[in-house]
């Protein structure tokens, strides 16, 4: 990168918002990490402390920051800050969700709770949120993008009704507001991530017996990171901007590997692909 770059990462106490705050840290980036965790994470719940520490590790410089993202007040807060010590955004991930323990059970959604509905406020209503007040630091820069971290659910049956609506709401929000960001040169997508080797995923299938353990191998969190950064710095950026993006493709696109020097696979013959964007929203 020809300059140090500054990001906001929502939701990276753990999982795949830790995982881009890394990858964006060996870039040598200026990382804001959010989050309600701030205390010492144990493996599973994680920490902003301990995701801060890890970006600072890698490179770049973590600066944790307490935010509840279903409170408005302290999203303001947070760009205000990073107004306040930088003045400008390069990246905004938009990783934020409360996902309950009632949305993986694989129950009917009239017979689950209705818990599974608060992904529509942290999940879908905070990337809105984040974005808007993002912008005017994206536009001080010259430059920007905004990702909302997404996935097959999109498309596909996963997870029911609430996390599809979630994952597919947060598809079309990055292709409106890339529309209407493209004049100031700021691009919106939404990058699909595949299945992810988390902390919570490593606990899931430790738990299974052996011969119900999934084989698939699956991407680390930090390769989505390292996808996000190489389509920052691409030519193709507003080219790409408004779409929904397998991140496995476009790690292919890119020249980008993960962790271990693998490439993840794309499943887009087997769990869906995203759909071609209207003629209205390509101009």
């Known amino acids: 990168m020809n300059k140090q770059i500054i990001a906001v990462v929502t939701g ?16 040598g980036a200026v990382v804001y990490v959010t989050g309600r965790s701030s205390g010492e994470g144990d493996e599973i719940s994680g920490s902003i402390i301990d995701t801060a520490k890890a970006v600072t590790t ?39 969700a409360n996902a309950h323990d009632d949305v993986a059970k694989t129950i009917p959604f009239w017979e689950n709770s209705l818990k599974p509905l608060d992904l529509l406020n942290v999940g879908l209503r905070s990337h809105y949120v984040s974005s808007y007040y993002a912008v005017p630091l994206l536009f001080a820069n ?38 209407e960001l493209r004049s100031h040169n700021v691009a919106a997508v939404s990058v699909w991530m595949g299945f992810l080797d988390t902390e919570r995923a490593r606990a899931y299938i430790s738990s299974l017996p052996e011969d119900k353990k999934p084989t698939t191998k699956r991407e680390s969190p930090q390769f989505t990171g390292r996808v996000v950064a190489a389509l920052y710095e691409s030519d193709e950026l507003l080219n790409l901007s408004g779409q929904a993006l397998i991140g496995a493709e476009l790690g292919e696109r890119f020249g980008v590997l993960d962790v271990d020097g693998s490439k993840p696979v794309s499943y887009r013959e087997t769990l869906g692909c995203p759909p071609d964007l209207h003629h209205t929203l390509k101009n």
């Open 12 to 27: 990276a106490s753990r999982g795949a918002g830790k995982g881009i705050a890394i990858a964006l840290g060996e870039k």
């Open 58 to 96: 890698a490179g770049g410089k973590g600066i944790a920051v307490i935010v509840d993202h279903a409170d408005d007040s302290s999203v303001i807060a947070l760009f205000e800050q990073v107004k306040r010590e930088y003045g400008r955004l390069d990246i905004l991930v938009n990783n934020a």
């Open 142 to 179: 010259g430059k920007g993008l905004i990702v909302n971290t997404g996935q097959y659910a999109a498309v596909g049956y996963f997870h029911g009704p609430a996390y599809g609506a979630q994952k597919a709401g947060a598809d079309k929000m990055a292709a409106d507001m890339a529309k």
